[in-house]
């Protein structure tokens, strides 16, 4: 799924699970629930994406863009990971 580019997308509860997502356009992808534990997001595009109780444990998140992103108290980040401004 590597530069995979998905736009407008509806993917509550998806298993993206260790996928290599690096570079991928997320751009306002419904990604509510979604289980993103150790993904590779590295420089992907999550702008105005939807992280509504997603799991992003121990996801690479290096680079990416998050403007207007939403998450709520029930998103796992990984450890250490705060969202800065943007989120």
């Given at each position: 799924l590597r530069q995979a580019k998905f736009s407008y997308a509806v993917a509550g509860e998806a298993n993206f699970a260790g996928a290599d997502l690096?570079?991928?356009?997320?751009?306002?992808?419904?990604?509510?629930k979604?289980?993103?534990?150790?993904?590779n997001l590295r420089g992907a595009n999550l702008m105005r994406s939807r992280l509504?109780?997603?799991?992003?444990?121990?996801?690479d998140l290096t680079g990416v863009t998050v403007l207007a992103t939403?998450?709520?108290a029930d998103t796992k980040f990984p450890a250490?990971?705060?969202?800065?401004?943007?989120w």
């Open positions: 690096r570079e991928a356009y997320l751009y306002w992808v419904g990604l509510r979604a289980n993103l534990k150790d993904a509504q109780g997603a799991d992003l444990t121990g996801a939403e998450y709520d250490g990971f705060t969202p800065g401004t943007g």
